[in-house]
């Protein structure tokens, strides 16, 4: 992400500009562009969202033939995809990549192939000439935005907190985590465990478990690093007789329609949105790398955060 966000330049401005280009310079016989999507798997309410926005904008009748791939959170496999799209000859790749390190081979031989990649979602530590541009959201952000409701609730209180991370050398798990640190330095807020639960609800609840059967009511504060993770920890507190939101205060990252619906019913005290609606946004940049236009290599999509007045107004109209 650091390296991204160096060479963002006037990210929202640009991205409003991308729009009404031409297919580009690849193709077909039937003339539709051959996009080989890698995704990172099914892991979470944000993911199915952010597939379907994916789907609906690489639709043939946006002129795409879109071959897709979930890796199942599996690196290997991932890079495998990435390879096999380079072998069927598609146009181009667009990658959401599961873990930061390891691209720089696979980048490479795309490059040598004469395929530009698109990043969307994660960003990755290889060198940024490998990879056309990159559009998704600010990580570090959310993690300070996180931190700050936290800092701000709890205050120099001394207050112990657990933290379910999500799939470990991912750019939102590094990324939330230090923006997090950043913002709650010189409050009362203490790490008693923080742990991977791979940003899926299963795992949120089992780490939740040994969480509790560690520390019991001595837990005061869950940082969750998405819904999903706050939703099955949910049901552990439950579990082991406490109120979620109420004996053990959550915050966590995304704004899906479950967890702003346990925000609005008072289990999941605050969320910081992390849009998964990027499909259009990373089509046009894929027409535009086509037809040779010069793009940023950063586009960031804002975010907002939500209490649970919030929630109870947005939920109805929610698209995700
Ligand atoms: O990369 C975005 C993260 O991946 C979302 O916050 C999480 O829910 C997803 O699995």
């Known amino acids: 992400m650091k390296k991204i966000l160096a060479t963002v330049a006037v ?14 310079g690849g193709g077909s016989d039937d003339g539709l562009i051959t996009v080989g999507f890698a995704q990172t798997g099914s892991e979470s309410g944000w993911r199915s969202a952010n597939t379907e926005s ?36 598609v146009d181009a790749i667009v990658i959401a990549p599961i873990v930061e390190d390891g691209w720089d081979d696979v980048l490479q031989e795309a ?18 000439d490998l990879y056309a541009s990159w559009v998704g959201l600010d990580f570090t952000r959310e993690g300070e935005r996180a931190g700050e409701w936290a800092a701000k609730e709890f205050g120099d209180t001394p207050t112990n907190m657990v933290v379910l991370e999500g799939t470990t050398g991912s750019a939102p798990a590094n990324d939330r985590a230090e923006g997090f640190a950043k913002a709650i330095e010189g409050s009362g807020i203490v790490t008693l465990d923080s742990q991977t639960g791979n940003f899926t609800r299963a795992d949120g609840k089992t780490v939740m478990e040994g969480f509790l059967q560690k520390y019991g009511s001595d837990i005061d504060l869950l940082y969750a690093h998405n819904d999903d993770m706050a939703l099955g ?8 007789g406490l109120q979620p939101g109420v004996d053990i205060k959550i915050v966590s990252i995304d704004a899906v329609h479950d967890g702003m619906q346990a925000l609005a019913d008072g289990e999941i005290n605050h969320i910081v949105e992390c849009n998964p609606l990027l499909g259009d946004q990373v089509a046009e940049l894929v027409k535009k790398v086509l037809a040779g236009d010069t793009l940023e290599k950063a586009y960031i999509v804002d ?12 939920l109805p109209t929610r698209p995700y």
């Open 11 to 24: 990210a929202a401005a640009a991205l409003a500009g991308l729009s009404g280009c031409a297919a580009g």
């Open 54 to 89: 994916m789907k609906a904008a690489f639709s043939e009748e946006n002129g795409f033939n879109l071959v897709f791939n979930a890796a199942d959170n599996k690196p290997e496999a991932q890079i495998a995809a990435v390879r096999s799209f380079i072998n069927q000859g």
């Open 111 to 128: 490059k040598d192939a004469g395929i530009p990649v698109v990043l969307e979602d994660r960003t990755l530590t290889s060198s940024d």
């Open 233 to 240: 920890a949910i049901e552990a507190i439950k579990a082991a």
């Open 303 to 314: 975010d907002g955060e939500f209490d649970q007045a919030d929630a109870i107004e947005l």
